[in-house]
């Protein structure tokens, strides 16, 4: 059974930082690009960043460069979203995806073999 389980959401101040994890088992984590996206209410689920099987090739939605950096650890079965500087307008559930076939590394919804659960953060002004 597949899972994806992500954590370290929560309420922060405009501004502030929070580093997201998403660990996953049930499958052989080297074979999957990673990515987050986030959906925030009343919104479709958009593309937030990617990370490729061995880490090497990285891309970032234009409204989060600079401020998130996405990384794996493939021997711990995770990947991270570290976020920085954030703002009222990051507030969304951020959700976890494995894409297992990609010709791009700005992965789509439809690539997402996988989703996790989702967790919420909240950024106050």
């Known amino acids: 059974q597949v899972q994806l389980v992500e954590s370290g959401g929560g309420l922060v101040q405009a501004g502030g930082s929070l580093r997201l994890s998403c660990a996953v088992s049930?499958?052989?984590?080297?074979?999957?690009?990673m990515g987050w996206f986030r959906q925030a209410p009343g919104k479709e689920r958009e593309f937030v960043a990617a990370?490729?099987?061995?880490?090497?090739?990285?891309s970032y939605a234009d409204s989060v460069k600079g401020r998130f950096t996405i990384s794996r650890d493939n021997a711990m079965n995770t990947v991270y979203l570290q976020m920085s500087s954030l703002k009222p307008e990051d507030t969304a559930v951020y959700s976890c995806a494995a894409v297992k076939f990609y010709s791009s590394i700005r992965y789509s919804r439809n690539d997402v073999d996988y989703w996790g659960q989702g967790t919420q953060v909240t950024v106050s002004s």
């Open positions: 049930g499958l052989t984590f080297s074979d999957y690009g």
């Open positions: 990370i490729s099987r061995g880490g090497s090739r990285i």
